[in-house]
């Protein structure tokens, strides 16, 4: 599971305002230019922390405390990126002193819940594999094969000639024996390829 897009939210905590903003980076060197872009956008916060995470098995793990107090901060960030269960993720909070002290251990619940609240609110995406196949068939039958397609499969292009020709993308293979049978075996479906497609995840 991965990100959709760029998302940011703030959280206050005793008139201090923590802004935490988040983007899928997939390596050290986008995680870094992110983390530079948060520091021009906020010249005037007292902290940039952030924490991030990448690889296939989340092997790049990286956290600052960028002036807390040593633990306060990037490391409560960087768990809260793992329990999240996201990958290749970056998480930068901004934080603007209210003039009320948290402690460390405020601090520490302060940074785990901007991020956590932050990638709870955020879209994102699952990476799943997929079969894309085409189909062509006939006018009578766009009705039916529109209405056994529609929750199975994902159309991706529909052309009308002399024929009707829909590319679909589908995870269940027995949909493709249901339109053997619903055409009785006059349109075979062709399979293209196998790939990874990014779902929305509800």
Not at 52 to 73: F, K, W
Not at 112 to 131: G, Y
Not at 143 to 171: C, P, R, S
Request: hydrophobic share 35%; proline share 2%.
């Amino acid at each position: 599971m991965r990100l959709k897009e760029d998302f940011h939210h703030t959280i206050v905590i005793e008139r201090s305002e923590f802004i935490c903003y988040v983007r899928k980076c997939l390596d050290e060197v986008q995680a870094k230019a992110f983390i530079q872009e948060i520091r021009k956008l906020h010249p005037e916060a007292n902290h940039h922390c952030y924490a991030y995470i990448a690889g296939q098995h989340n092997e790049l793990q990286r956290s600052n405390d960028a002036g807390e107090p040593g633990g306060t901060a990037g490391v409560p960030m960087l768990e809260s990126l793992k329990l999240s269960g996201l990958q290749d993720c970056c998480a930068v909070t901004v934080r603007y002193f209210g003039g009320i002290k948290l402690g460390a251990g405020g601090l520490v619940r302060a940074y785990s819940r901007s991020v956590s609240e932050t990638l709870k609110l955020a879209p994102k995406v699952e990476t799943i594999q997929m079969d894309r196949y085409t189909l062509t068939f006939s006018y009578d039958l766009i009705g039916k094969l529109d209405y056994l397609l529609k929750d199975q499969a994902d159309i991706v292009a529909k052309e009308y000639g002399e024929q009707v020709v829909y590319e679909f993308l589908t995870t269940n293979s027995s949909l493709i024996e249901k339109i053997q049978e619903l055409t009785s075996g006059r349109y075979p479906c062709r399979w293209l390829a196998r790939e990874l497609v990014e779902k929305d995840c509800g």
